[in-house]
């Protein structure tokens, strides 16, 4: 990443060094050596494009969007031959942020897929300030739910995120899989890749998603392959045999 462009309210701008693109029907929309990170909410950035690395036909729609900060913005649609992705980008070309003017937004969604160099992102723009680090460790993990231990491990692999709290991942022979029913619900992560889910039976009832895994996780989170991890806020962890607060 390069300096702080500029700020403004809850809005930051940052220019980055990596080749981002999006494609729509197999053709790149925009290809950037110059992208443009742009923090619209404190959670992670959103990919923005100079105006002339945006190869795709940009159709006015003739509405905009008001946003307090950025200002308002004209919408376009995107067309790629004869395929139209409806008010797919914005463009605040008279923004009171000066750094946004030339630059295009294009509505994730919205896209076929998205890449940073050549290896795909998913659900949302990588946040260059969000470290993953997965250590091994010995600590005991122990894993209740109503009462029914679910798992206990001794070799658990600890996930630290940056902004957010401490996973445990064990290894499923440490885990009551007769416990656990395989749902359907898949989700994304930018840093760590997609995630199948577990729901937990205990004489209490079914206690649906509470458990998750990463098949064949990213780079960065190679060592949680495989591995399980539990819902820290809707179950009780204890950690050397003290609960973990909720």
Known sequence: MTDVVQTRGRVRVERGAKRVRAFLCGQAVADTTRPAH??????????????????????????????????????????????????????????????????????????????????????????????????????????????????????????????????YYLPKTDVRMDLLVHTDTVTHCPYKGQAEYWSIRTPAGLREDLAWSYRTPLPESQRIAGLIAFYNEKLDIYIDGIREQR
């Open 38 to 167: 742009v923090w619209e909410s404190p959670y992670y950035p959103t990919y923005y494009f100079p105006i002339e690395d945006v190869r795709a036909e940009l159709e006015p729609t003739g509405r905009t969007h008001h946003s307090p900060s950025r200002g308002d913005g004209e919408i376009y649609d995107v067309r790629v031959g004869d395929r139209v992705a409806e008010g797919a980008a914005t463009r605040y070309a008279d923004s009171p942020i000066e750094a946004l003017r030339d630059l295009v937004r294009l509505d994730w969604k919205a896209m076929d897929a998205w890449f940073e160099e050549d290896e795909e992102v998913y659900t949302h723009a990588r946040d260059p300030y969000t470290r993953i680090d997965t250590l091994p460790s010995s600590r005991t993990i122990r894993v209740e739910v109503d009462g029914v231990v679910v798992a206990e491990s001794s070799r658990p692999i600890l996930l630290f995120e940056t902004g957010l709290r401490t996973r």
